[in-house]
């Protein structure tokens, strides 16, 4: 499948990698829709890709919302015509360990709560599945070529601190595998579905942190610096033009390993 | 260029080397993009139908009407609840202006 001409919808396409990877695709000369909760984060991007002279439109909408996905996918049609690539960038974080202790007693001072486990669950897993079912239903629909793309990250293998986040992001990683053998033996021959797990990235969230701690982050990655979101963008390109790349998940990370030496 | 109102937004439609470009104005003054670089090659007689179309879309307003999903029931012990489907043809979006709609007292 060639980008150029191609319609690609881009949930959390208003920041880090989900803009990077709008304006790799409208520098290549596809049509796009950006998805992002908040306005002025669109306005940015749409009037970025303008000004490449691309072909964009930009719409509010909450994916853990199914009429929110509905609105999204419907007005990519109303635009352009039809749909071809879906990126499920949008994603929150929100740290912390499932137990914590009080260090005097010893005894549980504190659990992580709901409100840190059901947005974190809600966005980066039901909201990829969401966008990833609308836009697939579309496609078969429409009977255009297509591809899906779920973002997982190097943390799906368990990253402590993080259970809601890796937790989700595993099933994203794994999302490809089911949802592709589900088109074959539905007969789905016209979309195809893949994984990007991104490692330590250079979003406003990494570059923006205490930089002591993101030099010990680093001190874990071969390449020696952290992921740029183009390069995660670029590797998503190569997966449209490259039909051969289908139901996996890929990682771009630099080459990170555990302490002494073993790859994660 | 071609301004309307529409779910008391005021919306501005403008044609640049053959693409329309639509941005929006809330009645608080905020301000929008919808889209840029649009409907290339589309007839000119079309392109007012084709923007309003895209805006209803993107900015449903009013209420919906939404068909319970009998098929599905949530039971919580014996007591059985019918939630909402938003996948039920009956799921429409309210596509008038927001001014014919009964204001809330």
């Known amino acids: ?264 | 260029m071609t301004s309307f109102t529409y779910n008391d937004m005021e919306f501005s439609v403008e044609e640049g080397q053959g693409r329309w470009s639509i941005t929006y104005r809330t009645a608080e003054g905020k301000t929008g993009v919808v889209g840029a670089g649009l409907f290339a090659g589309v007839p000119a007689d079309e392109i007012e139908a084709r923007v309003r179309a895209l805006i209803k879309t993107v900015f449903p307003v009013g209420v919906r009407c939404v068909g319970p999903d009998v098929a599905h029931p949530l039971m919580i012990g014996d007591l059985k609840i019918v939630p909402p489907d938003v996948t039920h043809p009956n799921f429409i979006y309210w596509d008038k202006d927001s001014s014919s709609s009964p204001k809330q007292l």
Request: proline letters at 3%; charged letters at 20%.
């Open chain 1, 1 to 264: 499948m060639e980008i150029k001409g191609s319609v690609a919808v881009i949930t959390g396409g208003g920041n880090g990698i989900g803009e990077a990877v709008a304006k790799y695709f409208a520098q290549n000369g596809a049509k796009v829709v950006i998805v992002d909760m908040a306005q002025k984060n669109i306005d940015r991007v749409v009037k970025d890709i303008q000004g490449m002279g691309g072909e964009v439109i930009g719409v509010q909408a909450n994916v853990t919302s199914e009429a929110d996905t509905a609105k999204f996918i419907k007005a990519a049609i109303e635009a352009f015509g039809q749909i071809n690539i879906a990126v499920s960038c949008a994603g929150i974080i929100r740290d912390g360990t499932m137990l914590s202790l009080d260090k005097e007693t010893g005894k549980v001072n504190r659990k992580m709560g709901l409100d840190k486990w059901q947005p974190v669950i809600d966005t980066n897993l039901t909201g990829t599945f969401l966008t990833v079912r609308d836009a697939a239903e579309a496609m078969v629909n429409g009977g255009w070529p297509g591809l899906l793309v779920t973002i997982s990250s190097v943390n799906k293998v368990g990253q402590v601190g993080q259970l809601n986040y890796s937790s989700a992001k595993v099933a994203d990683a794994l999302l490809p595998k089911i949802v592709v053998g589900e088109f074959l033996m539905r007969g789905i021959r016209n979309v195809r579905c893949v994984g990007i797990a991104p490692g330590y990235t250079a979003t406003p969230m990494l570059t923006g942190m205490n930089q002591e701690a993101l030099k010990a982050i680093l001190a874990d990655v071969h390449l020696g610096r952290l992921v740029d979101p183009n390069e995660i963008a670029r590797l998503i390109g190569h997966c449209v033009e490259n039909e051969a790349i289908n139901a996996t998940t890929l990682e771009i990370t630099g080459g990170l390993c555990y302490p002494g030496g073993i790859a994660k």
